[in-house]
């Protein structure tokens, strides 16, 4: 990569090791139950996008206080395993993702504990303080005892 | 790695990680019912061992089909998360790759849902179109209610 | 990376993915029962927590020790599905790194296969021989049917 020309829409090793750590760092930060911190990996002007049930979630002081909610008033663990990470380009300073996350969640109603395989689509930005989320939309595989009715489907085809 | 010399047998990051991301395309296309776009990340004369059930599938095209056949037949859904991925050089433009798979399966019969926790085994060529898969071993650790009774071993020793 | 100056803190590509590959290592002979490899990715004075049910085992001879008992007493077949690899510098030739694992466990009882969800918080160092792990602990996030009654948390807030 570093021997490709600069043409504002390239990214070296570094650019795709910081972007995929931001998604490591959602994950940490959401499983720890520190809202503050998942908001520090999103632009100020974020989206996120855990409907159709929910209304996209747009800034990231709405995006704490809805991890808080969320962490307060359903979930007592979980831990969030991201693979599949793709990153490309999508113009200077800006690139787009795709990630695989499988999910284990356990609840403060007693419910058994929830499974979810999906995937995360993600926007980026390159902001004066580095790399950050400015999209994120979850989509959903398959759920097993998970707390939501409908996910946003992967798109697979019939 | 940008300094070693090369000697034909080395891998720059960028190798690496086109050889990582032709593994999330196979799962992605894979889990997106696409069977063309899987085969595309195959070389024409590829071969892919899901045994010993299964005879070997033998070039691209017999690729898409088995791949069509089994998501028209077998599944309804499925997620493939693939981790630890492990590349080395393996002589000029040729590389060789283990990686972990942790599969969720939904069946069209209405079974239970499947998990299968394995490996797939590659070897890799570059050709002028970029890097393909020339070789897929799927090697298995562990299943729960998968819908195949024998799975080639990882190889654990007793 | 590349451009960074060499303050004795820094991490290049290749570095980054020797560490990571260490993680993969101690996976793959691990889930193949091969306590002797295991052994080879610790230093010789290295510490690998499993608490705190058990004390810190110390040293590479011991961890092929308990890994090989383990192996023996308890387990029939497991995988270690390793992903969200952040890795930091921590001075010359030393860097720290947490991953999450998601595991899952087949028993020589026949209890009922466990799950895991859990994170590896490792030290490393580089030595003549290239980089090692100096210090591995498991904390977790989540278990089902796992064999273990308690085990060091990961610092979730309440």
Chains 1, 2, 3 share one sequence.
Request: charged share 25%.
């Amino acid at each position: 990569m570093t021997n490709r020309p600069n043409d504002g829409a390239s990214l070296d090793a570094e650019d795709r090791a910081a972007i995929a750590d931001l998604l490591y760092a959602y994950a940490w930060h959401l499983d720890r139950n520190e809202p503050e911190e998942v908001g520090e990996v999103f632009t100020d002007d974020a989206s996120l996008d855990y409907g159709p049930e929910f209304p996209t979630i747009i800034g990231r002081r709405q995006i704490v206080e809805a991890v808080a909610r969320g962490q307060r008033e359903i979930f007592t663990a979980c831990s969030h395993h991201i693979s599949n990470v793709r990153i490309s380009p999508d113009g200077p300073d800006r690139a787009t993702c795709t990630s695989y996350v499988y999910s284990w969640t356990q609840y403060r109603s007693g419910a058994p504990d929830g499974d979810m395989w999906g995937q995360y689509h993600c926007r980026f930005r390159r902001s004066a303080d580095g790399w950050r989320i400015a999209e994120m939309v979850l989509r959903v595989a398959g759920m097993k005892n998970f707390h939501r009715g409908s996910m946003h489907p992967i798109g697979r085809r019939p």
